[in-house]
């Protein structure tokens, strides 16, 4: 089974670049690492398995699981994650963005990023995961 956690780190090799086409794809690895560890953890924790669709809706469906949930970590990671789905949007389809936003919002979520990479150890390390 893949470990979503390889995005992530290959995510963070391609954010120290300068080269716009990089730092493009780092965001876009590092969304879906955090987003494959996230609903890894909703399936086989929490058996939200109508999350295995393969359809453009999970995404929606994964931040609204988070953000109705009774559970702190991950009410709290929901808003963090909607923000890095619409960072990812951009760098992934918005050809009009250069590498100056991209490089203002890592800078400016930096301590948000910390939070997830956090939240990742929390639902990586749960029972079942």
Do not use: C
């Amino acid at each position: 089974m893949f470990d979503w956690m390889k995005f992530v780190i290959l995510a963070l090799v391609l954010l120290n670049s300068d080269d716009e086409e990089y730092v493009r794809s780092g965001i876009s690895r590092y969304y879906y690492g955090v987003f494959g560890i996230i609903r890894r953890y909703l399936i086989n924790v929490k058996g939200k398995y109508y999350l295995k669709s393969q359809s453009s809706d999970v995404h929606k469906n994964i931040f609204i699981e988070l953000q109705s949930s009774d559970d702190t970590t991950e009410n709290e990671i929901s808003d963090l994650f909607n923000k890095l789905r619409k960072v990812r949007n951009e760098a992934d389809y918005n050809a009009e963005v250069n590498i100056v936003h991209f490089k203002k919002f890592l800078k400016d979520y930096n301590k948000d990023l910390e939070i997830i990479t956090d939240a990742i150890e929390y639902f990586k390390n749960h029972p079942n995961y």
